[in-house]
């Protein structure tokens, strides 16, 4: 029974779409408007509106002298890639911005229709309530999908996640409410770059990381304690930093200075667990006048293929997003085609040092208060006045 409190035209819509999706061929015709106006007891002008909903969904079509037909779906549904970081902000993190054109460029060279939809959540923005992305929505609801690849943070995601995989519709990505899932190993962000700066004689070290939401934030620094506590060193709380926002213009200069103004003794490693938060620490590094790798070993975090540059060697815990793309479009179609597919895959790091990222001799004992800097553990004052010579750039 139709409720005349609410449109009749969307309401018989909605049940028209329901019975096509459920039980209707493509190609099949649906009965005259006459005959589904008798059957819910309206005029054929409100049928006709009704029918004219799932016309512009592309769930039927009208053939002049014919009648109304049920469309072929299949050549209308395509793959989404879902970006819903703004992909145009330069601040975005370059992961975010290379992955999904990649998945896109793998799965058109297969020849598989497919589209990119991206949102407008900018760096540092608190995660909204819903998608950002209006059009995957409406493609969503007006059945346009065959597949997804999803980039977009767990907190939005997963009712959609389960929405797509209630729908029959395969969706790969890094969130728990994906068909098949594909992860970083970011434990390896802590265990290659702490073992390499103790490998290297480093027993001073400090981290800097993102604040991760509540639930994930203490996952680089809980396994940086332990490595460090097993390495019977412990970790110094003062020179752990977390960044807010780590697409910020000052993030990472904010939270080096403020471990390097921490005390007498300095640190003599580094630990960077996201590549935002680089820049910032190489200005202040450079403003502190502070010796790399001499005084100050340095390994950060790094995406493959970004051009960031350094003006001082340093280490890189390196991820691909070319093979994080490649290992997610290939799960999807094995998906798409019903084929036997891991639930989970990980893309792991690797460790690249740069020509010159440690220093000579670095078995060697240096000054337990920072002395390799100034003498006087004082760096602090560095840099205040005094030009710094223009370095040369080493591509990292």
């Not at 490649?326 to 094995?334: G, I």
């Not at 990980?346 to 440690?358: D, H, K, W």
Request: proline fraction near 7%; include cysteine.
């Amino acid at each position: 029974m139709l409720k005349r409190s609410e449109p009749l035209a969307r309401q018989i819509a909605a049940i028209l779409r329901r019975e096509i999706i459920a039980g209707f061929k493509a190609g099949q015709r649906l009965p005259a408007a006459r005959d589904l106006a008798a059957r819910f007891g309206v005029n054929a002008h409100t049928v006709r509106e009704g029918l004219s909903v799932l016309a512009q969904e592309g769930l039927i079509e009208g053939r002049p002298g014919s009648g109304t037909y049920v469309s072929d779906l299949n050549k209308q549904r395509h793959v989404a890639v879902l970006a819903e970081a703004d992909i145009s902000d330069s601040g975005t993190s370059y992961f975010y911005r290379r992955a999904p054109q990649q998945v896109l460029r793998f799965l058109r060279d297969r020849h598989v229709p497919v589209r990119l939809y991206t949102g407008h959540l900018a760096p540092g923005d608190d995660p909204p309530s819903g998608l950002t992305c209006r059009e995957f929505i409406s493609a969503l609801e007006r059945h346009r999908l065959c597949g997804v690849v999803a980039f977009a943070p767990h907190e939005i995601f997963d009712p959609w996640g389960e929405k797509l995989q209630r729908r029959h519709i395969p969706v790969v990505g890094g969130n728990q409410a994906c068909t098949g899932r594909v992860a970083h190993d970011n434990a390896q962000i802590v265990s290659l770059g702490t073992n390499y700066l103790l490998g290297h004689g480093r027993r001073r070290l400090a981290l800097m990381e993102y604040h991760w939401p509540e639930d994930r934030r203490s996952r680089f620094v809980g396994n940086f304690r332990a490595m460090m506590a097993a390495a019977g060193i412990g970790a110094n709380e003062r020179w752990i930093r977390r960044a807010p926002t780590p697409c910020a213009p000052q993030a990472g200069w904010e939270e080096f200075r403020a471990i390097w103004a921490e005390g007498r003794e300095k640190p003599d490693g580094l630990l960077i667990c996201n590549d935002n938060l680089f820049p910032g620490a190489v200005m202040a590094i450079l403003q502190l006048g502070i010796r790399v790798p001499e005084d100050l070993l340095v390994v950060t975090h790094f995406n493959k293929g970004s051009g960031m540059i350094s003006p001082f060697p340093v280490a890189k815990v390196q991820m691909d997003p070319e093979a994080y793309a490649r290992a997610a479009a290939e799960m999807l179609l094995k998906l798409m085609r019903h084929e036997p597919v891991e639930k989970e895959r990980v893309i792991p790091y690797e460790l690249v040092e740069t020509p010159g990222a440690a220093a000579p001799g670095e078995g060697e004992t240096r000054g337990g208060h920072g002395e390799g800097v100034d003498g006087h553990g004082d760096a602090e004052t560095r840099g205040h006045g005094d030009a710094i010579p223009s370095p040369e750039l080493v591509t990292v």
